[in-house]
């Protein structure tokens, strides 16, 4: 039992890496696939939203399908369906095959991430919880530590569609270790899936998130935008009216009156707006704000993955000394401000500057991604695991993907305003400050936690049991 509790969070991890590798290559090689497939930089905003839309549309069927068949079994199935995509995604010759094979990824990735999560917390002690989530991510966070430089360097000096091929290896080796490993836990409900529900969070999803992608793109006619946009908004309303009548719903908003999961979601979703803009933002300020080749904005943005895995070793003891609430309203501020350092970047600053920034950066924002994770089931009962991780990864895909539609609709419109189509690097002052501060907003939601939110999950002793010892009592 022992060596399987320390073998799930590594097994897990190989489906992060793969997947936040993925991602970070991507970002970095973007400007290079626009000008081979010949469309506009900006344009490529779909192909990232249409991967994180198809995150949001299927991830909360994956709690159902793995308490149906098996936590394994979906898990092993949904690496297969990313490696396709990933191989699509190699073969495509325009923005429109292009976009389609990133949702097809995407439906991969939600049901990979979400499950293996899952995993985790129905194999793993909540004693254990903080470390093993310290110890799955480690592995995780070298994907984008991996993925700017290699990406860089393969657009660079071979070409772009050889990055999608190396998920193929990472994803054989996954599935065997799964295989091997895994155990096929299953629910102790079966509950009937909620169609309906998934139907509507689909359309409301898809709406929203879709509508604003394309606003102001040209990509399709104004009245199918707003369509898009008011048909989301009002599918989103009709689900909140079919969750409050459903038994089962697809989404269970009632785990929302759980104070860590609220602030998890909410505060969460703020932050992702921010920090989820940046790995977009930032190649192409690099790359066609300084004109540096694919290679050296890779080299350059990696700094961050750096940052983000120095903090895995201290994470636990860290939260343990101060607590979930004081950690997550401090550092929101605190990563939220390295964030708003992208304008900074822009006017000009140094290259060792940009470098130690983003190092810096890296380490806050990690610590605030784990910190909410772990926070968000900290008050979860064990039987409700699986409908909670399918809220909290519907609200962390659609959060980022409404941070690059944001950020990549501030540059646009600072280059309608402008009346100039060419992009220069102070075309995205604006885009920073802009996420910057929607992420620090998150912060007020933050400091509404109870004092003594998580504190089983850190071992941490409450603030009354504190008190009492500091005063002599007991």
Same mark, same amino acid.
């Given at each position: ?176 270790? $799964? ?293 002599? $009592?007991?």
């Amino acid at each position: 039992m022992i060596k399987r509790q320390r073998l799930v969070p590594l097994i897990v991890a190989v489906a992060l890496f793969m997947e936040n590798m993925d991602s970070t290559v991507i970002s970095t090689s973007l400007p290079a696939i626009a000008v081979d497939i010949g469309t506009n930089p900006l344009a490529l905003k779909l192909a990232i939203t249409s991967y994180l839309l198809a995150l949001a549309i299927f991830i909360p069927a994956s709690g159902w399908m793995a308490d149906r068949f098996g936590a394994r079994t979906v898990f092993s199935a949904a690496i297969v369906v990313f490696v396709s995509g990933s191989i699509a995604c190699a073969f495509s010759q325009a923005l429109e095959h292009f976009v389609v094979a990133r949702f097809l990824q995407g439906m991969g990735g939600a049901m990979m991430t979400p499950v293996g999560r899952l995993i985790l917390v129905r194999t793993v002690s909540r004693t254990e919880l903080v470390r093993a989530m310290a110890l799955m991510t480690t592995p995780a966070v070298i994907g984008p530590l991996l993925g700017p430089p290699l990406g860089g360097f393969i657009t660079t000096y071979l070409s772009w569609h050889w990055i999608f091929f190396i998920n193929v290896p990472i994803g054989l080796i996954g599935f065997v270790l $799964v295989q091997r490993y895994v155990e096929n836990v299953r629910g102790e409900e079966q509950a009937r899936f909620d169609f309906v529900g998934m139907i509507l969070v689909g359309i409301g999803v898809g709406g929203l998130a879709f509508g604003a992608s394309v606003l102001g793109l040209g990509f399709l006619p104004a009245s199918v935008v707003v369509a898009l946009i008011v048909g989301g908004a009002t599918s989103t309303f009709a689900y909140v009216l079919h969750a409050r009548r459903t038994p089962a719903p697809v989404l269970d908003l009632s785990l929302l009156q759980l104070p860590t999961l609220r602030a998890s979601v909410a505060g969460g979703s703020l932050f992702r707006i921010g920090a989820g803009a940046m790995p977009f933002l930032l190649p192409l300020l690099l790359q066609i704000g300084f004109h540096m080749t694919p290679f050296q904005s890779g080299l350059i943005t990696f700094a961050t993955a750096i940052g983000a895995l120095s903090n895995k070793a201290v994470i636990a003891r860290v939260l343990a000394r101060y607590g979930f609430r004081t950690v997550l309203t401090g550092n929101a501020l605190i990563a939220s401000a390295f964030v708003a350092a992208g304008a900074v970047f822009a006017l000009g600053l140094p290259v060792p500057a940009i470098i130690l920034t983003l190092l810096v950066s890296g380490f806050f924002r990690s610590l605030q991604f784990t910190s909410l994770n772990i926070i968000a089931f900290a008050d979860v009962d064990p039987a409700q695991s699986s409908r909670a991780t399918s809220l909290v990864s519907v609200a962390q895909q659609l959060s980022m993907s409404i941070g690059v539609a944001a950020g990549a609709f501030a540059v646009e419109t600072t280059l309608r305003l402008k009346g100039e189509p060419t992009m220069t690097a102070s075309d995205f002052i604006p885009a920073f400050l802009v996420v910057a501060a929607i992420a620090a907003s998150s912060a007020v939601l933050f400091a509404r936690l109870p004092a003594n939110a998580g504190a089983e999950l850190t071992r941490r002793r409450p603030v009354t049991e504190r008190a009492d010892r500091s005063s002599g $009592v007991g």
